[in-house]
């Protein structure tokens, strides 16, 4: 049986993965301001609004944020975490033990705020891959949009640590923080209901 409850947990994670990784992905590229007609947000806007339209109606925009995406993004990793804290406690011999809803949440956020350092390790990865292998790939959609997410936090880490000999440091310092926000940030919040050790 254990065998099936962890195959299930990883479907679990998956599906909602997915879910998160795309609502999460929209959000940005709204509050970086991509490109809009770009093919890859078009695509991030087809899948996303069946989700966002009917929260639309009752989740106005604050301050030009995106709300409604907010709030869908908490309601999926909250689902998320209830259905595999279920699964993991069905797999012990203690049983179901969800911790209570102020922790919860902060998982949810800890978790979320994981997913958003996972988002943006990516779309470095992409540009110093692409700059490396071939510079002429920053036309691919892909690309483009990967380069406009990344943008505001490269941007003030090239001020810090400008080119030197022609060499861009700068993902270096940006990665260095990507990790400090991961480790520093978010793991002690998934971490809580098990006391953190800083």
């Known amino acids: 049986m254990s065998y099936f409850l962890g195959f299930s947990n990883l ?3 998956i599906i909602f993965g997915l879910l998160i990784f795309f609502v999460m992905a929209r959000f940005i590229l709204q509050l ?3 490109d809009f007609y770009n093919p890859i947000s078009q695509m991030f806007v087809k899948i996303t609004n069946p989700m966002l339209r009917p ?3 009752v989740v106005p925009g604050v301050f030009g944020l995106d709300m ?6 908490i309601i999926l990793q909250c689902i998320e975490l209830v259905l595999t804290h279920t699964i993991s406690g069905m797999q012990s011999i203690g049983g179901i033990n969800l911790h209570n809803p102020v922790l919860f949440i902060l998982e949810a956020i800890g978790t979320l705020i994981n997913h958003a ?3 943006y390790l ?3 990865f992409i540009t110093i891959i692409m700059s490396w292998i071939n510079p002429s790939a920053y036309q691919h959609p892909l690309v483009q949009i990967a380069v406009q997410i990344t943008n505001p936090v490269m941007r003030p880490c090239r001020k810090i640590l ?3 000999a022609g060499i861009d440091f700068s993902p270096i310092l940006a990665l260095i ?4 926000v991961m480790f520093l940030v978010a793991a002690p919040l998934i971490d809580l209901p098990g006391h953190p050790r800083f």
């Open 117 to 119: 350092a996972w988002l």
């Open 162 to 164: 400008p080119p030197m």
């Open 55 to 57: 929260l639309r109606k």
């Open 11 to 13: 479907v679990v994670q």
């Open 177 to 180: 923080i990507i990790y400090a």
């Open 68 to 73: 409604a995406a907010i709030v869908l993004l």
């Open 32 to 34: 970086v301001r991509a």
């Open 122 to 124: 990516i779309c470095i």
